[in-house]
C-alpha cells in the first residue's frame, strides 16, 4: 500500500510503517495476560495466605501491564499524519497534536549522525516521549523508525517533532506544498486535543493521582497483613473492630476478611466518586480523596488491632 492513504488538494493522510511497533507491542501484550490468567487461575485452589496474596498481586500487576502494552500497541497502529492548508495533525491514539502551517519554520530529514536519545515509549519500530538531537534541539517523537535515516524533524520556534513517515521526501514536499498554498486564515497556536478517556482532568491532577496511589497502596498492604497472618490464627477468634468502641465478638476466622473487603469497597466508591468529582470541582476530588487514604489507614490500624486481640 501506498504511504499517502489519502491525497487531494485539500487533504493529505499518512501512515507510517507501523507493523514492527505494533507486532512487539500486541506480543507483550498477549505474554503479560496470559500469565496474569494463568497465575489467577493457579492461586483460586491456594488457601488465605501470604504466597496466595502475593500470587493475586503479581495477577494484577500482570493485568495492568497487559492493558498498558494493549494501549500503547493500539496507539502505535492508528498513528498517522494528516497534513491541510491549516497545519499538521499527529494522532496517536486518542490524543492530537495540532501545528499551525504558519509555525512550521523548518523540515530537517534525519541522518545517521543525528542519533535521537529519547525518554517514554520506546521499543524497536516504536517511540513516543521526548528527547535531545543534535543540530535540533528538543524534540517531541511520535515514530516508529528503525534507524535515524527514517525520521523527518519538523521544526517549530519552540520545539520539533520527530515523525517517520514512509516516504521522508514526498511528506516534506507536501508541507510546504501546504505552506505556499496557506491562507494563514487557520488556527495560529499549536494545540493539543484529547479525546476519550484521555480527556480526563485526573490525568494532569498529580495531587489527585498521588492521593488515590497512596490509598490504593495502603488497601493492598491491609490485604497482604491480614492474608499473612491468616493460617495463625485460630478457627474461631474474638474479633475487636473499630479499634476505637466495644464491639465484641467469637466469630468464624474467615470473618476476618471482611476487613479488607469492606475497605476495597469503600476505595472503589470513592475512586469513583473522585474521578466524577474531578470534571466539576478539583477540591471535592480532594477530600473525597484524602478521606479514602484515611479509611484505609484506619482499616489498617483496625486489622492490626483485631489480630492482637484475635
Not at 493457579?42 to 495466605?49: K, L
Not at 525520521?151 to 507536501?174: C, H, I, K, N
Not at 474474638?238 to 476487613?259: H, K, Y
Request: with cysteine.
Amino acid at each position: 500500500m501506498h504511504p499517502l492513504l489519502l491525497k487531494g488538494q485539500g487533504l493529505t493522510i499518512e501512515r507510517p510503517s507501523r507493523a514492527a511497533g505494533t507486532a512487539i507491542g500486541t506480543a507483550l501484550f498477549t505474554v503479560a495476560l496470559v500469565l496474569a490468567v494463568a497465575l489467577l487461575v493457579r492461586a483460586i485452589s491456594w488457601p488465605a495466605s501470604w504466597p496466595g496474596f502475593l500470587a493475586y498481586l503479581g495477577a494484577g500487576v500482570l493485568a495492568v501491564l497487559a492493558a498498558t502494552f494493549g494501549f500503547w500497541a493500539w496507539a502505535c497502529s492508528s498513528m498517522r499524519y494528516l497534513l491541510d492548508h491549516q497545519g499538521l495533525s499527529i494522532r496517536w491514539g486518542p490524543i492530537t497534536h495540532f501545528l499551525p502551517m504558519s509555525s512550521i519554520t523548518a523540515v530537517t530529514p534525519g541522518k545517521a549522525e543525528m542519533k535521537p536519545r529519547i525518554s517514554g515509549i520506546g521499543w524497536w519500530g516504536y517511540h513516543i516521549g521526548s528527547g535531545e538531537v543534535e543540530g535540533v534541539g528538543p524534540v517531541v517523537f511520535f515514530s516508529t523508525h528503525r534507524s535515524a535515516q527514517e525520521l523527518v524533524y519538523v521544526r517549530t520556534a519552540a520545539v520539533a517533532y520527530g515523525l517517520s513517515p514512509q516516504d521522508p521526501e514526498r511528506f516534506a514536499a507536501e508541507i510546504k506544498r501546504f505552506q505556499s498554498a496557506n491562507d494563514s486564515a487557520g488556527p495560529a497556536e499549536a494545540t493539543i486535543h484529547r479525546e476519550q478517556f484521555a480527556a480526563h482532568p485526573i490525568w494532569a491532577d498529580r495531587i489527585a493521582q498521588y492521593l488515590a496511589l497512596a490509598a490504593i497502596a495502603v488497601n493492598v498492604a491491609l490485604w497482604g497483613y491480614v492474608l499473612a497472618v491468616y493460617p495463625d490464627l485460630n478457627n474461631e477468634i474474638t474479633i475487636e473492630f473499630p479499634p476505637v468502641g466495644d464491639i465484641t465478638t467469637l466469630r468464624a476466622r474467615s470473618e476476618i476478611l471482611t476487613i479488607p473487603a469492606t475497605a476495597s469497597v469503600i476505595l472503589v466508591v470513592n475512586l469513583l466518586a473522585g474521578l466524577i468529582f474531578e470534571w466539576k470541582e478539583r477540591a471535592a476530588t480532594y477530600l473525597v480523596l484524602s478521606a479514602t487514604l484515611f479509611f484505609q489507614l484506619l482499616f489498617l490500624i483496625g486489622a492490626i488491632v483485631a489480630v492482637v486481640n484475635a
